[in-house]
């Protein structure tokens, strides 16, 4: 019977780690013909590595760093970590207090008394304060600029790297006739580098969390009759377009709860090469359906 072809489908795919929430999941998975990706902690690792710390003049590498790690001290941010991990000596995070976080931006702090903030072009934007012409990081890298007492005290230089399945699960998906978009907070350089790497049909960058649902809504009113939009997310920063999507994917073990909860399917061992092959469970359940 139908009801029990869908279990089979259901309990097919958990065996492959692929949790979905319902029979009408499954049938909406089947003709999903866009899928938009969120960048980080979805397509890439989400574990950015710290490849240059670039003082500006009147600061040490030292200073930057420490002081851009106890900013970040209270954080969960997959940056913060990064720059904590980057440090790598032990944190005393109760010398930095009034932390504010702004998502897309970064934050302001105070540490040891002092105000600081660290953040990308947005905040420093933000905040008034001018990035020397001197300051160039490299084409692609993710940047961190901080102030100091409202003196512009230099960058740090951050990477992140895909996931090693995620340039062929796109492959893969493109050969199934899925049109493939990211959307990213990140800035455009950083985000044009994923989607050449990974062969993505389309990217838009520097989206702040209202922008990604904004942009979600157009891609849905886009698509075409009888087919469904996918999102996948890690949750962070992302939880409303998982909500909006017609199928809302989040990755489960990086994923926050609130993710969990907001999304239709949830792949436990966030691995984009499960997208494929949930696509193409789906697909057959619904031949043996109909
Ligand atoms: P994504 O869309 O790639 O998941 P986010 O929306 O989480 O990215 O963040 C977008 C951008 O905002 C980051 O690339 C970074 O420039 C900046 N940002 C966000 N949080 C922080 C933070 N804690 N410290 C520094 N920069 C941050
Ligand atoms: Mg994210």
Redesign the pocket.
């Known amino acids: 019977s139908i009801p029990l072809t869908f279990f089979g489908g259901i309990g097919g795919a958990s065996r492959s780690g692929i949790l979905i929430k319902g029979g009408n999941y499954l049938e909406a998975l089947a003709q999903v013909k866009t899928i938009v990706f ?5 397509l890439t690792q ?1 574990v950015f590595q710290v490849t240059g710390v670039f003082p500006a003049e009147g600061f040490t590498e030292d200073t930057l760093l420490e002081t851009a790690a106890l900013a970040e001290s209270w954080s969960n941010h ?1 940056i913060a970590q990064s720059l904590r991990a980057a440090w790598g000596k032990p944190l005393d995070s109760s010398r930095t207090r009034q932390v504010h976080e702004e998502a897309g931006h970064g934050l302001t702090a105070q540490v040891d008394g002092v105000p600081v903030a660290a953040g990308n072009a947005r905040l420093m934007e933000q905040q008034g304060v001018q990035i020397p012409k001197s300051s160039k990081p490299a084409e692609g890298a993710t940047v961190v600029y901080l102030t100091i007492n409202g003196t512009y005290a230099g960058f740090l230089q951050i990477s992140d790297v895909e996931k090693l399945t995620s340039a062929q699960a796109i492959q893969s998906l493109k050969r199934q006739g899925i049109r493939t978009v990211m959307l ?2 990140d800035a455009e350089a950083a985000a044009h580098q994923v989607a050449q790497r990974l062969g993505l049909d389309d990217y838009h960058a520097q989206l702040l969390p209202g922008d990604k649902v904004e942009k979600l809504e157009q891609l849905l009113n886009a698509k075409a009759p009888n087919s469904t939009l996918a999102f996948v ?6 939880a409303p377009v998982l909500r909006r999507a017609d199928v809302g994917i989040a990755m489960g073990s990086l994923g926050s709860d609130a993710a969990i909860e907001a999304a239709d399917v949830v792949l436990m061992d966030d691995d984009p090469a499960k997208l494929p092959l949930a696509l193409r469970i789906a697909r057959k359940c619904r031949r043996i359906v109909y």
């Open positions: 969120d960048k980080t902690g979805t989400g997959p990213t907070g997310g890690d949750g962070i920063n992302d």
